[in-house]
């Protein structure tokens, strides 16, 4: 039988953030577990999990974090101008932490075809596919000094977002 006692505290972490403060303290009973490095190791690799989930659990049902998810959706419709056809919810590219979870990025079906848009840290992320529009970003962004790749561009703020689709929309085709 387990006593109080034989508890040990391999893991603990308090934090405090704008949502409310999170405490979880991981204690283990065991005559087989014993606290070597790589069990240490393991236990913070939980430690760390549970934590993440804790807070999105948190964040998640927060009626601020709501609203954050509805205005940026409209925020990424209004770059369509109208365009729009749907939005397809897809997975954050960027980061999958909780503090990104009202960051929702989208692959936004046009009449020329899709162009996944999301937020980053600081910057929006515009990806198109060929069939929406052949010409690589490097051709079609000459003068732009953002990063770009093959088919894709980041706009550091709400009008060039805008501006950039429209010009993939609206772009030269070959």
Do not use: C
Request: charged share 30%; no cysteine.
């Amino acid at each position: 039988m387990i006593k109080p006692e034989d508890y040990e505290t391999y893991s603990k972490y308090e934090s405090s953030s704008s949502f409310g403060s999170v405490g979880v303290e991981i204690r283990i009973a065991s005559s087989k577990f014993h606290a070597s490095e790589e069990n240490k190791k393991f236990i913070t690799q939980l430690t760390d999990q549970l934590i993440e989930m804790v807070n999105l659990r948190i964040y998640r049902g927060l009626p601020e974090t709501t609203a954050k998810i509805e205005e940026n959706e409209k925020i990424i419709r209004s770059f369509f101008g109208g365009r729009a056809i749907y939005l397809e919810e897809v997975p954050n590219e960027y980061s999958n932490d909780f503090y990104y979870f009202d960051r929702k990025w989208f692959r936004v079906w046009t009449d020329k075809g899709p162009i996944k848009v999301g937020r980053r840290k600081r910057v929006w992320h515009i990806e198109w596919e060929k069939r929406t529009n052949p010409l690589y970003a490097g051709n079609l962004f000459k003068d732009e000094q953002v990063s770009i790749g093959d088919r894709w561009i980041h706009a550091w703020s709400d009008q060039d977002a805008a501006r950039y689709i429209d010009k993939v929309l609206n772009g030269v085709f070959l």
